[in-house]
């Protein structure tokens, strides 16, 4: 830890060449790793992250430095080397003494998974695995893991704030492999929270998730191979919501918006989207996996409208480059640890509940590709174009599910895309994912209800669609 | 640091057999944005990771927060985690090779590159890279260097280090002709500071870049495709992962039972060379056995699987030292690997496949590619080959099929070796078919 008198020393020696802010980030990290394969414990692992990250800002320049040394002669001397890069007369007051910021608890305090018993994790993950290899004789492998990770932040910055913050983020992964005649198919569920040991022992019902994990992948070794080429594609609830992720929040965050490196940079108050599409990121859902109390700058984390009624209204901004846009940060800046300097970033990103039921565009779909579950996607910011694998997918024709399908991608441009969302379901639900860019590899969750999108490139191995 | 007070420490808590490695970073990032340092950042980090044998388990802990009492945390994590494996795989700790072979792969040249020069040679790319074609909307250039430093000791007397250094340059354009935006990269990785040639940066990506404007769409079907060195990189990592005796052993590798067999094209060679000097040397695998060059695919034949300690064992056989990763348990992964090249130039490849798909990149491996099936669905760029030269661009395309059976059906490889980021040399390859889906 840093004292205050260290922490406005080094603030002070920071800010004596022009740095018009300065900030130290201290982060004191525990995990542990679980790992289970097939019916035994086979890793474990416990880490203690540590150390301190120190951020310089002068108008549109930033400069950072970290290190794991925290004694003042490394710190003062860190600091010194970040310094030099400016070369002009103080520009803010020194410190004096530091005030605690009030921050609003959206995290409520749940019963920590540091503090249960080891073994007690372990038997949950029994649990999962047997129920996974109890299941078929063809899935040859079942790996599950838990992780945990245990955060103290401590921030001090130039305005003579300290903010402290704990968060606990616990995850069940479950990853199947089955396998047959040369065929493999592969599974993973992962069910994340900052709900605490309850999460997982109370508010889901983790012998149905991994039942249903076992069933996918069985279903989806013998599926038949995706058809390629361009059709209406019904995209499932939660973890479907990684298509907003990729095809429009990533292009959202000021991070590629001020720089005018974003296909969505300018273009506040314009239509981007169909009309029934309204899409929010907001930081301040109760212990959900992307929420938090403040971001890594030390601001209360908010709901921020992104889209309304098809108009873009918001984006995702830190205060580093909302100087560039004229605005002030609006609790999105995250951080994997102090190693990474923060930057703008996702949280809780979802589509709003629209009017139609799941079985409504099922209905009205003649002949397209319902795509249930996915593996993740990517996206290039400035062209827009983006891409994501889907792990569960079926025929959809005459307005009735058919046969699944193995191995389907979409593939599309962020502007077209959301025109494109043609009918919105009411079933909004969330799913969690890791997320990485610039700042390192955070929780975030995706999610939206069912929705339609009417004409979007599917690739895969498969003929024409027209052949179902 | 004393070690020696930490394996002392650990056997007076029955911890006899463990290793401690301590490794050190250096870091400098700059990027510039509109002729201005726009992010600029330093770092010095370290941490001190350890294994060992408790009960016959192995544990494993690790820690950055490096003062008096960081072997006790250690030691106790060792312990805490030992106590829960269940696995009855016998735990090791390597007593040793019997030679090692060490070379001195630290770039002095770029240890002292002073960070004004960095700074002036940074300047002068963004300038010409703004200046290098009218229909230039925005340029990045980002630098980083890196530094780090490891040293493995085990209870067994072993100690080991390795320092290595690197840097990269990443150049990125943005080019927009009425609604139309396009981008690429170009970059270089090396040790060598010489390396840093701001005009072939310059042209390298302004030709990616130019190229892409006024694509259009073909017809979806098989197609005969010139995978670029990149993407054939990328997909030969893949093929390499499914040679590690871990996951053949757990019955999730495609290539079970395919020792000694033809699998590919006989026009396919890959070897694992880690004592090759470039920027992937590495002379002691992460359990401190000694590498070693190898065959891994020769004229398409299964040579060796990838083996750490553990699996070796298990088939009774020796350990190729490729133990990758740090934990109670440690993973397997190649380390240097290269394709050998062929006789063909990029253009000779186009001739040959006459008319087909020139595919220069592809996207969302993480999602699309299937390691263990092979199965691959992917988002791809590319040109449309016509008798044999490049014609049209194609965007949003994508890419289908299957690795194991598209590096079966070889037309003929390039000789346009090149080193990416994840430490495998290629050459284009031309390929027999590729399923794309465009409209």
């Known amino acids: 830890m840093i004292s205050n008198k260290l922490a406005a020393e080094i603030i002070n020696l920071g800010s004596s060449t022009g740095a018009d802010f300065v900030e130290i980030f201290f982060e004191n990290t525990f995990k542990k790793l679980y790992v289970l394969e097939n019916k035994e414990l086979n890793e474990m692992s416990e880490t203690n992250v540590y150390g301190v990250g120190i951020r310089l800002l002068k108008k549109f320049q930033s400069v950072y430095g970290y290190t794991n040394d925290l004694s003042k002669n490394s710190l003062l001397k860190l600091t010194k080397e970040l310094s030099v890069s400016f070369n002009s007369e103080r520009e803010i007051p020194e410190i004096k003494e530091f005030h605690a910021k009030k921050i609003n608890k959206i995290n409520k305090k749940v019963n920590f998974v540091k503090d249960v018993e080891n073994e007690e994790i372990v038997n949950l993950l029994k649990k999962c695995s047997n129920t996974i290899l109890n299941y078929d004789p063809r899935i040859v492998r079942c790996t599950t893991s838990f992780s945990v990770k245990d955060t103290t932040n401590v921030i001090f910055n130039s305005k003579g704030e300290i903010i402290k913050n704990f968060k606990e983020y616990s995850r069940l992964g479950i990853n199947s492999v089955a396998s047959e005649n040369g065929k493999i198919e592969t599974r993973f569920d992962g069910p994340g929270s900052q709900l605490g040991w309850d999460y997982f022992t109370k508010n889901i019902n983790l012998e149905e998730i991994s039942y249903e994990n076992a069933k996918k992948v069985i279903l989806m070794l013998n599926a038949k191979e995706c058809p390629s080429g361009r059709f209406p594609v019904i995209i499932g609830n939660g973890w479907g919501g990684v298509i907003f992720h990729e095809a429009c929040g990533h292009q959202l965050e000021a991070s590629s918006v001020a720089k005018n490196l974003s296909v969505f940079s300018n273009m506040k108050g314009q239509k981007i989207a169909n009309d029934i599409v309204s899409a929010y990121d907001d930081g301040t859902m109760s212990n959900e996996w992307g929420s938090n109390n403040v971001d890594d700058e030390g601001n209360p984390t908010q709901n921020n409208c992104l889209i309304k009624d098809g108009i873009l209204v918001g984006y995702l901004i830190d205060d580093f480059n909302g100087r560039l846009m004229n605005e002030k940060g609006n609790g999105a800046c995250r951080r994997e640890s102090y190693k990474y300097e923060p930057t703008s970033r996702m949280s809780n990103t979802y589509i709003a509940k629209g009017k139609s039921t799941k079985d409504e565009i099922i209905k009205n779909t003649k002949l397209g590709l319902y795509a249930v579950s996915f593996n993740g996607g990517s996206v290039d910011p400035t062209t827009g174009d983006f891409n994501f694998g889907c792990s569960e997918a079926y025929i959809v024709k005459d307005g009735k599910i058919l046969e699944p399908v193995r191995g389907a991608i979409l593939v599309g441009n962020a502007k077209d895309i959301l025109k494109h969302i043609d009918m919105v379901g009411n079933d909004v639900a969330l799913g969690q994912g890791m997320c990485g860019a610039s700042s390192g590899s955070i929780p975030v969750n995706v999610g939206q209800p069912t929705i339609r999108v009417d004409d979007i490139v599917v690739g895969g191995r498969g003929g024409s669609i027209n052949e179902f | ?439």
């Open chain 2, 1 to 439: 640091m004393n070690s020696n007070k930490f394996f002392e420490l650990a056997k007076e808590n029955g911890i006899n057999d463990c290793e401690l490695v301590y490794t050190k970073n250096n870091s400098l990032s700059i990027s510039l944005f509109h002729r201005e340092i726009s992010n600029y950042s330093i770092s010095n980090s370290s941490k001190l990771e350890a294994r060992g044998i408790f009960n016959n388990k192995a544990g494993f802990c690790s820690t950055e927060n490096i003062d008096s009492s960081s072997f006790n945390y250690l030691i106790n994590g060792i312990k805490e985690t030992a106590k829960l494996i269940e696995t009855n795989e016998e735990p090791i700790i390597f007593k040793g090779s019997e030679k090692y072979y060490k070379k001195n792969v630290f770039s002095k040249a770029l240890e002292a590159w002073d960070v004004n020069d960095i700074l002036a040679k940074l300047h002068k790319l963004e300038d010409k890279l703004r200046d290098c074609d009218p229909r230039v909307s925005e340029v990045t250039v980002d630098f980083s260097k890196d530094e780090t430093e490891t040293v493995f000791k085990n209870s067994f007397g072993l100690n080991l280090k390795q320092k290595n250094n690197s840097f990269l340059v990443v150049a990125s354009l943005v080019m927009k002709v009425d609604e139309e935006v396009k981008d690429d990269y170009s970059f270089v990785l090396s040790s060598n500071p010489d390396d840093f040639n701001i005009d072939l940066l310059v042209e390298q990506v302004k030709e990616k870049v130019s190229a892409k404007f006024n694509g259009k769409t073909i017809k979806n079907g098989k197609y005969k495709t010139v995978l670029k060195r990149n993407v054939v990189s990328s997909f030969i990592k893949a093929i390499c992962d499914s040679l590690s005796a871990e996951e053949i052993q757990k019955h999730s590798s495609h290539l079970e039972g395919k020792l000694h067999q033809k699998v590919f094209s006989s026009k396919l060679t890959v070897k694992d060379l880690p004592l090759n000097k470039n920027l992937f040397f590495k002379y002691f695998d992460d359990e401190g056995v000694a590498t070693y060059n190898k065959t891994l695919i020769k004229n398409g034949v299964i040579e060796t699987y990838l083996y750490n300690l553990t699996t070796a064992k298990k088939d009774n056989t020796v350990s190729t030292g490729n133990a990758s990763g740090r934990g109670s348990r440690i993973g397997i992964s190649f380390l240097n690997l290269f394709v050998s090249n062929g006789k063909s130039s990029l253009n000779d490849l186009f001739n040959k496949i006459k008319n087909g798909v020139y595919i220069t990149s592809i996207q969302g491996l993480h999602a699309g590619l299937n390691s263990n099936s092979g199965d691959f669905s992917l988002q791809a760029e590319g040109f449309l080959i016509e008798d044999g030269k490049i014609t049209s661009p194609l965007t949003l395309i994508t890419v289908s099929g299957n690795l194991f059976k598209l590096f079966n059906e070889i037309i003929a490889v390039g000789n346009d070796s090149e080193t990416s980021f994840s430490a495998v040399t290629s050459p284009s390859i031309a390929f027999k078919n590729i399923m794309v889906s465009a409209s």
